[in-house]
């Protein structure tokens, strides 16, 4: 087992699916493959990085509402699993930071779901961050939350004894602003991303096609085709 994971938050498609609008465009158009497209690309680009099970452990934490059988064949490839247990995803996020620390990871990165685009630069820059002696790393989303959260086990034990890790998933930029203010204060060396954005909405799939002409971010390709399939 290496010191270090990076682990892929994944959601799997529901009937009362958070992307209705977009899962009813798609169904209309042969079946709505969004949730299992970006789980894919997830996990691609976690396994792309550089050291991944080499020096790096690579893992995924999977739903409630699946079952670990379906993911066989990411185990076979070597990717650590992880339930997802609480009852919001507050608390899944923090159980699983619990377990990943609990196995014995000094380092651990939790890439959140809807983010299979992100540039992988992001990720190596995260964990060359927390190998350097910086305690979390943050990558901001535009609505206050985050597309990743690493941190060392100072930093884990610091947020889980003053509750700070129950607040990580933030209801808008000015409580981010007034929670970073908070960790800051608790002693806990932060280094921010620069802000990326979730693909939630027909707009953001535009701009995932519009990245990707640039060269901008990675190039999920199997979330492209949905994205293709949605703008064209």
């Known amino acids: 087992m290496n010191r270090e994971i990076l682990i892929g938050f994944l959601k799997e498609h529901e009937k009362v699916c958070p992307r209705s609008s977009l899962s009813r465009r798609l169904e209309s158009r042969g079946g709505c493959f969004l949730c299992t497209h970006i789980n894919r690309d997830t996990l691609l680009l976690i396994s792309r990085m550089d050291g991944a099970r080499e020096s790096v452990d690579i893992g995924f934490a999977y739903p409630p509402v699946a079952e670990l059988d379906a993911y066989k064949p990411y185990v076979a490839a070597g990717f650590k699993a992880y339930a997802q247990v609480g009852a919001n995803e507050k608390e899944r996020i923090e159980n699983i930071f619990d ?3 609990s196995n014995g990871y000094d380092l651990v990165v ?3 779901y809807g983010v299979p685009n992100i540039p ?4 190596d820059e995260a964990l060359l961050s927390l190998r350097k002696g910086t305690d979390l790393v943050l990558g ?3 609505n206050g939350k985050f597309y990743l959260i690493g941190m060392n086990n100072k930093a884990h034990a610091i947020l889980k004894e003053t509750m700070l890790i129950k607040h990580l998933d933030f209801e808008g930029p000015d409580k981010r602003k007034q929670i970073l203010r908070m960790i800051k204060s608790s002693g806990i060396s932060c280094r921010i991303l620069p802000e990326w954005y979730t693909l939630k909405s027909f707009h953001d799939f535009k701009r995932l096609m519009r990245d990707t002409a640039k060269g901008i ?8 085709f949905v994205a293709d399939n949605l703008t064209r």
């Open 99 to 101: 377990n990943a620390f």
């Open 110 to 112: 939790v890439l959140a």
């Open 120 to 123: 992988p630069c992001y990720l």
């Open 140 to 142: 901001p989303l535009k």
């Open 217 to 224: 971010g990675w190039k999920a390709r199997w979330t492209r």
